[in-house]
T-cell receptor, first 114, second 111 residues
Framework: NAGVTQTPKFQVLKTGQSMTLQCAQDMNHEYMSWYRQDPGMGLRLIHYSVGAGITDQGEVPNGYNVSRSTTEDFPLRLLSAAPSQTSVYFC?????????????FGDGTRLSIL | DAKTTQPPSMDCAEGRAANLPCNHSTISGNEYVYWYRQIHSQGPQYIIHGLKNNETNEMASLIITEDRKSSTLILPHATLRDTAVYYCIVKPPGANSKLTFGKGITLSVRP
């Protein structure tokens, strides 16, 4: 009964370092997405994918890369971390494009950039 | 996508029903009403959704007005663990349309 699994749960980076936030789902969902949440703000969409091999930008994509080689996994890459990327990151997944089923979220990765 | 308006906060006593209002006066005919909540430090949790009929599940009930311009989420017997930020979101079907989270309503359940 795993659902959406995010790793790591916590991470501290230095400015300029790179890292990958992992997201995996075991529900065979086509749609996956990444959000960031900053204090006092709602969730903002970074990137999303409607299926393996297909990705697109959300509202705050700068500084992040994604790829979707399998249905299950949707990693988020920070190529050169900046303090402005300190945030809590949530991954979500849902079923096919045209139905009304809800998105399911992971528990988040708390990232601090020093 | 239609926007929603929620009061910033409300509280209720433990064991009583919590009625959380949401206004979505510009909702379109194919847009669903979704409710999520976020308990401190956790990921958003799906609660319930509906189009025009009232819906009930093991967590809550959703009452949508006949003109669909507003809705109410009802937690029938609130517990301290229901203290959270509750988000009312309106969007058309299909995951390709964005799930836009506003500021939500902070529900505080008091002992």
């Amino acid at each position: 009964n795993a659902g959406v699994t995010q790793t790591p749960k916590f991470q501290v980076l230095k400015t300029g370092q790179s890292m990958t936030l992992q997201c995996a789902q075991d529900m065979n969902h086509e749609y996956m997405s990444w959000y960031r949440q900053d204090p006092g703000m709602g969730l903002r969409l970074i990137h999303y994918s409607v299926g393996a091999g297909i990705t697109d930008q959300g509202e705050v994509p700068n500084g992040y890369n994604v790829s979707r080689s399998t249905t299950e996994d949707f990693p988020l890459r920070l190529l050169s971390a900046a303090p402005s990327q300190t945030s809590v990151y949530f991954c979500a997944s849902s079923r096919a494009l045209w139905d009304n089923q809800p998105q399911h979220f992971g528990d988040g990765t708390r990232l601090s950039i020093l | 996508d239609a926007k929603t308006t929620q009061p910033p906060s409300m509280d209720c006593a433990e064991g009583r029903a919590a009625n959380l209002p949401c206004n979505h006066s510009t909702i379109s005919g194919n847009e669903y009403v979704y409710w999520y909540r976020q308990i401190h430090s956790q990921g958003p949790q799906y609660i319930i959704h509906g189009l025009k009929n009232n819906e009930t599940n093991e967590m809550a009930s959703l009452i949508i007005t006949e003109d669909r311009k507003s809705s109410t989420l009802i937690l029938p017997h609130a517990t301290l663990r229901d203290t959270a930020v509750y988000y009312c979101i309106v969007k058309p079907p299909g995951a390709n349309s964005k799930l836009t989270f506003g500021k939500g309503i902070t529900l505080s359940v008091r002992p």
